[in-house]
């Protein structure tokens, strides 16, 4: 495998408005942030499949992501991968490419640059008491 494949060179990086146009017009949203994380909000519509873990030895790998991916989304299909920052995303999205994801796209700033721009999130309902 040439070691391009394997740098971020090989990972397209959309900034959040080009990743709001790439929504209306089809595109999935994968967000790998912790389910903790994408509990407390996250883009309408979004998949969540933890990239990393934090566990009490610290941070890691999900070792079924690309698995979990892939029971969810096809190969074929266009995908923006998310996360908090944009790092974890950019990790993940060079996983899926190099896994065969055709057109995975990484959201660069993540889901705190989607925040910054005011763009809609879905946030949790409070339960009805």
């Given at each position: 495998?040439?070691?391009?494949?394997?740098?971020?060179?090989?990972?397209?990086?959309?900034?959040?408005?080009?990743?709001?146009?790439?929504?209306?017009?089809?595109?999935?949203?994968?967000?790998?942030?912790?389910?903790?994380?994408?509990?407390?909000?996250?883009?309408?519509?979004?998949?969540?499949?933890?990239?990393?873990?934090?566990?009490?030895?610290?941070?890691?790998?999900?070792?079924?992501?690309?698995?979990?991916?892939?029971?969810?989304?096809n190969k074929d299909d266009h995908i923006v991968v998310g996360c908090q920052s944009g790092m974890r995303s950019l990790k993940a999205t060079m996983d899926l490419v190099n896994a065969g994801f055709?057109?995975?796209?990484?959201?660069?700033?993540?889901?705190?640059?989607?925040?910054?721009?005011?763009?809609?999130?879905?946030?949790?309902?409070?339960?009805?008491?």
């Amino acid at each position: 495998m040439s070691p391009t494949l394997w740098s971020s060179e090989a990972v397209e990086t959309v900034d959040v408005h080009a990743v709001k146009r790439l929504m209306s017009s089809g595109h999935r949203y994968l967000d790998v942030r912790t389910v903790d994380e994408f509990n407390k909000g996250h883009l309408k519509n979004a998949i969540n499949i933890p990239y990393i873990f934090f566990t009490p030895q610290g941070r890691e790998k999900n070792p079924k992501f690309v698995e979990q991916v892939s029971l969810v989304c096809n190969k074929d299909d266009h995908i923006v991968v998310g996360c908090q920052s944009g790092m974890r995303s950019l990790k993940a999205t060079m996983d899926l490419v190099n896994a065969g994801f055709k057109h995975a796209k990484n959201m660069g700033g993540g889901y705190a640059a989607w925040l910054e721009n005011g763009f809609v999130v879905k946030k949790p309902q409070e339960e009805p008491k």
